[in-house]
């Protein structure tokens, strides 16, 4: 599968079906959320992956109750320390959480990029020092469910050439 055809299939999963990730598809979803890049090459991130469902719960619970996510076969919280890059850690994480999701893609799972939640109870739950930013979840799992596409702008309404306003043309 190519690049650009991992993104046209990726898609928020909302449904999991009880199965466990193979620790070798773990392995290389983390290698490629730690192969992102980052300002300065800094790489200010972490990532808490949860397999405990009873853990997996109390989090979903802090997610605006998003109880889909305690079903997937692990959950991937996404940290970030802002005394590493003060201007570009959240930014960092998310790149790094974008090529998590792709990579989980590619080898057949789900995901849903989790931006509802309590950061300080997640915080609390998983025992992360105050000094740092819970900046995403994500659950990775087995889909239950294949959502189809959303619609999306056509590239001639958000592209331009040049200047504002300036729509491309392309062959």
């Known amino acids: 599968m190519t690049v650009i055809e ?3 299939k990726r898609r928020s999963v909302r449904a999991y079906k009880p199965v466990p990730l193979k ?21 200010p991130w972490y990532f808490i992956v949860v397999r405990d469902p009873e853990l997996k719960k109390r ?10 996510i305690a079903d997937a076969g692990a959950l991937i919280v996404a940290v970030s320390d802002p005394t590493a ?21 590619e080898l057949g799972y789900g ?4 931006g509802a939640f309590n950061e300080e ?6 025992g ?10 994500t659950p990775v799992g087995v889909p239950a469910e294949t959502p189809p ?6 590239l001639e309404d958000i592209a331009f050439e040049g200047t504002w306003g300036n729509k491309i043309k392309l062959n």
């Open 59 to 68: 989090l979903a619970e802090a997610a605006a109750r998003q109880m889909f």
């Open 85 to 105: 890059s003060p201007r570009w850690h959240e930014k960092d994480v998310m790149i790094a959480m974008e090529h998590l999701i792709l990579a989980a893609t």
């Open 23 to 43: 620790d070798e598809d773990l392995k290389t979803i983390l290698e490629a959320a730690r192969l992102a890049p980052s300002a300065g090459n800094r790489q």
């Open 6 to 8: 991992t993104i046209r």
């Open 111 to 114: 995901t849903c990029w989790i």
């Open 121 to 126: 109870e997640v915080k609390r739950i998983l």
């Open 149 to 154: 596409a959303r619609p999306r702008k056509a």
């Open 128 to 137: 992360v020092p105050q000094q740092y930013r819970v900046v995403a979840l």
